[in-house]
């Protein structure tokens, strides 16, 4: 089996690792061809494997108002009789007042317009579309803010995101290699304020919660992401693609990173709070 990945972000990265350990070949992109990757652009390279892959998965979040995967190898993709995939984002939902939302919700009203066109565009293609969350693992979790002095609370009552562990994801796109098309979100089941899984953080370290911040102190970027609130349905990957998260909740998936890490998390380099890249 020969696996393609558009875009070698930090979930592409975990799901190659678990598939070359499986036995898979596994080639991937990025943008300057570092390692043993091939670069994006080069377009007589990525016409070869895509010729010999058996799957293609795109973690390529959209350029402005364009998908390049798309734009550049989409067609080609569509022709070479691979299993595709994408890896979208929940974003594509918009705000749902805190309601829960499955794959049936209507895409396109919320701030990520661009994803919601690419999102359509690889169903169109016949792609497995995973619908991701707030995406967290080792390296980049609120155990790392807490530690480097990064995490703080905000001040929105009634908000609540969904998160989802890396390698549940990981197991989620794999589950999906044997599925249907569609789409599939791959979130825990416990929807959660930040603020209860920043304050869970910090006691697994033995630390006081960092303060509140007031809403308006914040980016606009980081604005925006609380403008939305929505409860991520799972229902349909455990259904349809068989699968179960390993972390069904942030408070299982924290306990596994704080026990994993070595040397002590309180000595972890500084994570990003939040990523496109997938």
Avoid: C
């Amino acid at each position: 089996m020969r696996l393609l990945i558009f875009g070698l972000g930090y979930t592409a990265q975990a799901l190659a690792a678990r598939l070359r350990g499986a036995g898979w070949q596994v080639v991937g992109t990025t943008r300057d061809g570092r390692g043993d990757t091939i670069r994006f652009d080069d377009s007589v390279a990525l016409a070869r494997e895509i010729a010999v892959a058996t799957h293609i998965l795109s973690s390529v979040p959209p350029a402005g108002e364009i998908d390049p995967v798309l734009v550049s190898y989409g067609a080609a993709a569509a022709r070479s009789g691979a299993w595709l995939g994408y890896l979208s984002s929940t974003g594509v939902y918009g705000d749902a007042a805190g309601a829960w939302v499955d794959e049936s919700a209507p895409t396109g009203t919320g701030r990520r317009s661009a994803r919601a066109e690419a999102d359509s565009a690889w169903l169109a293609l016949g792609a497995r579309v995973f619908r991701l969350p707030g995406i967290y693992g080792p390296g980049r979790s609120p155990l790392d803010r807490v530690a480097t002095g990064a995490a703080h609370r905000v001040e929105a009552p009634g908000q609540v995101f969904s998160r989802a562990h890396v390698a549940d994801i990981v197991s989620g796109v794999i589950a999906g290699f044997d599925a249907p098309a569609g789409a599939y979100n791959l979130a825990d089941d416990l929807p959660a304020s930040q603020n209860d899984v920043i304050a869970f953080a910090a006691a697994l370290l033995g630390r006081d919660p960092p303060p509140f911040v007031p809403l308006d102190s914040l980016s606009p970027m980081a604005r925006g992401f609380y403008a939305e609130n929505r409860r991520i349905a799972n229902g349909k990957a455990k259904r349809v693609l068989g699968w179960r998260p390993a972390y069904p909740d942030y408070r299982a998936g924290l306990r596994a990173l704080k026990a994993m890490t070595s040397p002590p998390i309180t000595s972890a380099a500084p994570a990003p709070a939040s990523s496109d890249q997938r």
